[in-house]
């Protein structure tokens, strides 16, 4: 199953059998107070259906938009007009950033159909394609989540991992620069190696080449035989990992969902900074 459609094609098949299109647009904490929701009704790809990831986590837990339960995931994935069949494209306003978490969010339902707009809407607009604004009720689907446990790794396994693969900055990682969230420390797991999601994007947004992504991630200790698990400060930037691995065809990886921030709530004592 394809990951990523371009602009060009996306543009072919909204002129004869359109997909069911997200806007998965979300924000860091510390972003200037930025409304993804607002920038949704101002500018959005035609037909696009707004998808809060927020809105669709775990409203009960004590971190940032971990997964909810089937049940209610498929009711909110219901209600933005998803139908089982459903052909699905996500994308987010700053090319490739949160898009990738919802992709991967239902992948670990069991939506196998669902492709990530490569660029985003940042290469959509630089191209002159056409954009609406407003909101856009695309009705109730029927969409079942069936969920595919594999996607997801724990606390635990993650502790236990050979292989961990860190999306946040160098200086997060080192311990250098705070985290978005307040009272979460900065550093890294014992066993996390610093994989910056930017390092996994071209100058124009895009998901770099296949082979170019297989080389960063081999330097990094990417092998067949061997289980990847990404991480990030809470989930979101570590699904841009993930949509990496899933391109290049590796067979063995996992998110995990609490990441950094559940790390260093139930782990400080283990935290590391340096490299």
């Given at each position: 199953m394809r990951n990523l459609i371009s602009t060009a094609a996306l543009e072919a098949e909204l002129a004869c059998k359109p997909p069911c299109i997200l806007d998965a647009t979300w924000h860091l904490p510390n972003a200037d107070a930025r409304d993804a929701r607002e920038e949704y009704l101002t500018r959005h790809l035609p037909g696009a259906v707004f998808a809060d990831i927020d809105a669709l986590s775990d409203q009960?837990?004590?971190?940032?938009?971990?997964?909810?339960?089937a049940a209610a995931f498929q009711a909110g994935i219901r209600a933005?007009?998803?139908?089982?069949?459903?052909?699905?494209?996500v994308y987010d306003s700053l090319g490739l950033f949160s898009a990738a978490r919802l992709w991967w969010m239902l992948k670990a339902f069991g939506h196998d159909d669902v492709r990530v707009l490569n660029g985003g809407l940042p290469k959509w607009q630089r191209e002159g394609r056409a954009v609406e604004s407003g909101h856009v009720d695309a009705g109730r689907g029927n969409w079942t989540a069936q969920p595919a446990p594999d996607w997801c790794a724990s606390l635990e396994e993650t502790c236990a991992a050979e292989l961990v693969l860190d999306a946040r900055s160098r200086?997060?990682?080192r311990g250098e620069a705070p985290e978005p969230r307040m009272g979460i420390a900065?550093?890294?797991?014992?066993?996390?190696?610093?994989?910056?999601f930017d390092q996994l994007l071209a100058p124009d947004g895009q998901l770099r080449p296949r082979a170019e992504l297989q080389g960063v991630l081999r330097r990094?200790?990417?092998?067949?035989?061997?289980?990847?698990?990404?991480s990030c400060g809470s989930g979101v930037t570590a699904a841009i990992i993930s949509l990496a691995l899933a391109e290049i065809g590796h067979p063995r990886h996992?998110?995990?969902d609490g990441s950094w921030t559940e790390y260093a709530m139930r782990r400080p004592a283990d935290i590391v900074t340096g490299e």
């Open positions: 009960e837990s004590d971190l940032p938009h971990m997964l909810p339960t933005l007009g998803v139908n089982a069949e459903s052909s699905v494209v200086a997060r990682f900065s550093g890294h797991m014992p066993n996390a190696r610093s994989l910056p990094l200790g990417v092998q067949a035989d061997r289980k990847a698990i990404t996992a998110l995990y």
